[in-house]
């Protein structure tokens, strides 16, 4: 499959995030001197491994270690939509499909759970981060996409998990075509309030799914509760950044880290929470090689998102525009990605607050993720299609052109079923994982940190949809497959 990237024909535009801008970073980059010895190794410092080191501290008395190849946050974390959700980018219905409505329901209650996980850590370490709650929508173009959502929101209720009525419009030509079983499922609204909540003039949108939506900076957030770690347990807390682990070697009761050819770091555990990247060379000593399967495991898309700030004047919100050229009769989350819009207060650098308004959508493929450089400038045909989206659905009232303060982009793993790889690698449970961003990465990431907490404390944890499935064949679903246009005969 070859690589396809943007190509930026007219100008340099460098990869510049509105989350790290804001980090404002007093702390020394923390090194390790020399070897090192751990009860649990955590590689990589983003939301994934800063969340796991926390619960593992609260759940275990082991001493943990946080390495990390560059700083806190400076990964996918450090440059992403910054909003947080709890639905996975693939349909209910298929995840009953592949793990029947038992595991699909727990697994769904999994990840909601972490709206109260993270107001946990947040009061516990009394951060001050600020976070924002509301309803977010997803606006939907046709009736298959009405369909789609009612059907699985009936399969919810099945279930028994909670669910949102759809809002239709009441104009909408195809309301006759809602067969009647789905009447509990949805309310009717003027057209007008439809698109006034869209915040668009586009007359296509015809529904909207409402869900529970927030926003937050996540690598503001990781940075500070790394603080809280380091003075929380100076005993048994241990950062390293600048401290990339180039080989892992698994022994039967303990790992060994290369970090160069002088230094190493000695684990009786090591936790995987590396978002998916591949450049870490595994070594298993202790039965068979996980290696290839590893690097098999997941493949990137890299994300392009743009920002600008206008006056405080609107509350916060979500909004995602579902693309419209839905083909009959498939699933909805299997199409082309779609736009994204949020909306936060933000502090900018004369410490006034605006509105900062934040679209992705735009995505190019990562074959071999070794290849994404965070240095990779900004492709001005990504900015085009975020010009257009802007210029022809976000209703924003201005008549002058966009200036961007903020440009960028961040790589995201995906594993071969969208759903995130969360425990003990079956061929050598001394290893972990907390991977594989799958596009909604940030509440999952701090429920696979509590989840890691849970094994390590040697607590019996049931089995799950996030399990790591050992060395059986690796089957790649057909949503990821189309997104990532993997062709059937690889
Ligand atoms: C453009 C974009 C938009 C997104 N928008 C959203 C959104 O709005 N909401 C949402 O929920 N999710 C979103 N995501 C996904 C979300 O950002 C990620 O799922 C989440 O940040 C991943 O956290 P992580 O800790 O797993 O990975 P990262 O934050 O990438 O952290 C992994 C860390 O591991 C380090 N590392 C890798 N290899 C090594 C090694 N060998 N040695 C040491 N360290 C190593 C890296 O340097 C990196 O810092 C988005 C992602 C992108 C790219």
Redesign the pocket.
């Known amino acids: 499959m070859p690589v396809i990237f943007y190509q930026n024909k007219h100008q340099m535009i460098v990869n510049h995030s509105p989350w790290l801008y804001q980090l404002n970073r007093t702390r020394p980059i923390a090194v390790l001197d020399g070897d090192h010895h751990t009860d649990v190794a955590i590689?990589?410092?983003?939301?994934?491994?800063v969340s796991t080191a926390f619960y593992t501290l609260k759940n275990t008395d082991k001493k943990v270690t946080l390495?990390?190849?560059?700083k806190i946050?400076?990964?996918?974390?450090?440059?992403?939509?910054?909003?947080?959700?709890s639905y996975f980018e693939r349909s209910f219905s298929s995840l009953i499909q592949e793990f029947g409505i038992k595991m699909a329901a727990d697994g769904q209650q999994a990840m909601e759970s972490a709206w109260s996980l993270l107001d946990e850590i947040r009061e516990e370490a009394q951060l001050q981060t600020p976070m924002w709650q509301f309803t977010g929508y997803a606006a939907c173009a046709t009736i298959e996409e009405v369909l789609v959502h009612l059907r699985n929101n009936a399969l919810r209720i099945k279930a028994g998990l909670s669910t949102s009525l759809l809002m239709v419009s009441e104009e909408a030509k195809q309301l006759n075509d809602i067969p009647e079983m789905y009447k509990e499922l949805y309310t009717v609204l003027p057209k007008a309030d439809i698109s006034a909540l869209l915040e668009t003039d586009d007359e296509d949108y015809i529904a909207i799914l409402p869900e529970r939506k927030g926003c937050m900076n996540?690598a503001l957030f990781c940075e500070e509760l790394v603080g809280y770690l380091i003075t929380k347990y100076p005993d048994r807390f241990t950062l390293a950044e600048h401290?990339?682990?180039?080989r892992l070697v698994l022994k039967d009761n303990h790992a060994v880290l290369d970090i160069s050819k002088t230094k190493k770091i000695t684990a009786k555990e090591v936790v995987l929470?590396?978002?998916g990247?591949e450049?870490?060379n595994i070594v298993n000593t202790s039965g068979k090689s996980i290696n290839n399967k590893f690097h098999q495991l997941v493949r990137g898309i890299v994300?392009?998102?743009a920002g600008y700030t206008e006056e405080l004047n609107k509350p916060p919100v979500e909004i995602s525009y579902l693309p419209k050229k839905f083909k009959h009769g498939s699933d909805i989350y299997e199409e082309d990605p779609y736009f994204y819009l949020t909306r936060r207060p933000y502090e900018t650098e004369t410490k006034e607050t605006h509105n900062l308004i934040c679209i992705?959508g735009p995505e190019a493929l990562m074959d071999d993720t070794n290849n994404y450089n965070q240095e990779h400038p900004f492709p001005s045909e990504a900015k085009d299609e975020i010009d257009s989206f802007l210029r022809y659905t976000y209703k924003h009232g201005r008549k002058d052109k966009i200036e961007y303060k903020f440009l960028w982009?961040?790589?995201?793993g995906f594993t071969p079923n969208g759903v995130r790889l969360i425990g003990p690698e079956p061929l050598n449970p001394i290893l972990y994982y907390n991977?594989g961003?799958n596009?909604?990465?940030?509440?999952p990431?701090i429920y696979g940190g509590q989840k890691i907490s849970w094994h390590l404390a040697g607590q019996k944890v049931t089995p799950s949809i996030f399990d790591p499935k050992g060395d059986g064949p690796l089957v790649i679903k057909k949503h990821i497959r189309k997104r990532l246009n993997i062709k059937d005969t690889e």
């Open positions: 590689i990589g410092g983003g939301i994934a491994g390495i990390e190849a560059d946050a400076h990964g996918a974390t450090g440059h992403n939509g910054g909003f947080l959700a996540s401290t990339p682990v180039r929470c590396t978002n990247f450049n870490i994300g392009y998102m992705g982009h961040g790589l995201m991977l961003c596009g909604v990465g940030l509440l990431s």
